[in-house]
């Protein structure tokens, strides 16, 4: 069973930065396109950003010019530089990986709380 591990969050005054990681259990890694999730306090789980197996890059809007997805397929690692970080960034983040409009892994990690204060 894949295990996606995510880390990396914490309190950071707005304006600052964090670095989140996400570490897969098994080799398969390098072949999916991956993505970042964050689930907000009482909405939904929405879709931050992806990086396809080559490194191709798509952000949602709110997060264009802010934060970097890239990953190092040799660790079966992904990560996300946050920076410029704003009131409306706090959420629990997770990891997984899109497939036709749903997710690879029906199992997610326990995810990483990040915190902004003003």
């Known amino acids: 069973q894949v295990q996606l591990v995510e880390s990396g969050g914490g309190l950071v005054q707005a304006g600052g930065s964090l670095r989140l990681s996400c570490a897969a259990s098994?080799?398969?890694?390098?072949?999916?396109?991956m993505g970042w999730y964050r689930q907000p306090p009482g909405k939904q789980r929405e879709l931050v950003a992806t990086?396809?197996?080559?490194?191709?890059?798509y952000y949602t809007d709110s997060v264009k010019n802010r934060f970097t997805i890239s990953r190092d397929n040799a660790k079966n690692t992904m990560y996300l530089q946050m920076n410029s970080l704003k009131p409306e960034d706090p959420a629990v983040y997770y990891c997984?990986?899109?497939?036709?409009?749903?997710?690879?892994?029906?199992?997610w990690g326990q995810g990483t709380q990040v915190t902004v204060s003003s």
């Open positions: 990086i396809t197996s080559d490194g191709s890059p």
């Open positions: 098994r080799s398969f890694f390098s072949i999916y396109t």
């Open positions: 997984n990986a899109p497939l036709n409009g749903g997710f690879r892994f029906a199992s």
